[in-house]
Nanobody
Framework: QLVESGGGLVQPGGSLRLSCAASGYTYNRQCMVWFRQRPGKEREGVARLLTGPGNTYYADSVKGRFTISQDDAKSTVYLQMNSLKPEDTAMYYC???????????????????WGQGTQVTVS
């Protein structure tokens, strides 16, 4: 089970930190991704992390503004979002996949666990 928190309404240029807490399964080396779905758009992966080693990957649209990180002791992954823009408005989901191969390129259908989503509105 994945539970997200931290969304909300923020002005352009502001910051938010999203959290994704994992429970009910073994949290070790896995592929964790923050996806977002904007109105009328497909779900896209914006930040990716291999838990344990901490390798990360970002979509060009968020590179330099978003940071994905982990706290293994808390089985939690974070998404720090800075310099937010109106086009970042979306429902944000965290997702986990136990198999780590191709983590950087996998689409939503490949993921085993999903959170309920948290809304981020930049206006």
């Amino acid at each position: 089970q994945l539970v997200e928190s931290g969304g909300g309404l923020v002005q352009p240029g502001g910051s938010l930190r999203l959290s994704c807490a994992a429970s009910g399964y073994t949290y070790n080396r896995q592929c964790m991704v923050w996806f977002r779905q904007r109105p009328g758009k497909e779900r896209e992966g914006v930040a990716r992390l291999l838990t344990g080693p901490g390798n990360t990957y970002y979509a060009d649209s968020v590179k330099g503004r978003f940071t994905i990180s982990q706290d293994d002791a808390k089985s939690t992954v974070y998404l720090q979002m800075n310099s937010l823009k109106p086009e970042d408005t979306a429902m944000y989901y965290c997702a986990a996949r136990v198999e780590i191969i191709s983590c950087w390129s996998l689409g939503p259908a490949a993921f085993d666990y999903w959170g309920q989503g948290t809304q981020v509105t930049v206006s």
